[in-house]
């Protein structure tokens, strides 16, 4: 399981460092840019993707802070992980959650800094898991707000599926500023 986990980190990671090296070729100011009213630039879409992880892993470690008695990730939350996955490859919208929304996403932010604590952050989320007894990957420990009950391996999942949707947004709203 160890071995999974390790090679899905590594993929996330290469996204992101692709996605990083690509916008730099941006400056600060085009990637603060709204497409349009009721539109993320392109920083706040990334901001978006970065709390996401970073409250899930701070959901994780708050809900294995006091041991509690987790259920086994089975079939069930296996298709529930397929389910949403299939979902975001949908051209449909979806609105946020509050905590990773428009309330939450500054207007005017640097691609340094996104960069610097996103790496800082994905650095923190391999170090935790990494420190998990193994048998924690068997259990449904993570929550996510549409789907339910997940095991670590399934919020990875999430978090690719997530990534690549909004990859595609990025790209969509790069095309939108520079018509």
């Known amino acids: 399981m160890r071995k999974a986990i390790d090679q899905q980190l590594s993929k996330m990671d290469e996204e992101l460092r692709l996605l990083l090296d690509r916008m730099k070729s941006y400056s600060d100011n085009t990637l603060n840019q709204s497409p349009g009213a009721g539109h993320w630039s392109v920083l706040q879409i990334m901001q978006h993707l970065m709390l996401a992880e970073q409250l899930s892993l701070n959901y994780v470690k ?17 298709f529930r992980i397929a389910l949403l996955n299939f979902y975001q490859l949908l ?83 790069l095309q939108a500023l520079s018509l």
């Open 91 to 173: 051209p449909l919208k979806f609105k946020a959650p509050t905590n990773v929304g428009d309330e939450k996403l500054k207007t005017n932010r640097t691609l340094a800094d996104i960069s610097a604590e996103w790496l800082n952050n994905r650095a923190q989320l391999r170090s935790y898991l990494n420190e998990l007894p193994d048998e924690l990957f068997h259990k449904a420990v993570y929550k996510h707000p549409f789907a339910g009950r997940l095991s670590l391996g399934g919020m990875l999942s999430f978090f690719s599926g997530h990534f690549g949707r909004h990859r595609k947004q990025i790209e969509r709203t």
């Open 62 to 78: 708050k809900k294995l802070s006091y041991q509690p008695k987790l259920p086994h990730s089975g079939l069930g939350s296996r």
